[in-house]
């Protein structure tokens, strides 16, 4: 957890403010840190909508709490998957 603060934090600080991920700071935020899970997302629109559905108080900024929920979402369907192959194996 103590990781994941300083990263968002690395990433959130590249404007000078680093309480919220700005829409630049965001895509490049996910296109470093979670390149495993973006890579297969087709289309330089689909991160755009994604980080847009995100932004539940919608003031066009991810702030940490808002972060947590696409990493902890990735999280999810990343074990979605482990445990659907396991059974189709
Ligand atoms: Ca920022
Ligand atoms: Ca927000």
Do not use: W, Y
Request: hydrophobic share 30%; glycine share 8%.
């Amino acid at each position: 957890m103590e990781s994941l603060t300083a990263v968002f934090q690395n990433h959130a600080g590249k404007d000078g403010n680093t309480c919220d991920l700005s829409k630049t700071e965001s895509l490049r935020f996910l296109s470093t840190e979670l390149a495993a899970f973006t890579k297969n997302l087709k289309g330089p629109g689909v991160l755009d909508r994604r980080t847009r559905k995100l932004d539940i108080n919608c003031d066009g900024q991810l702030d940490f709490q808002e972060c947590l929920n696409l990493t902890g979402g990735m999280a999810v369907a990343c074990h979605g998957s482990f445990t659907c192959s396991q059974k189709c194996n």
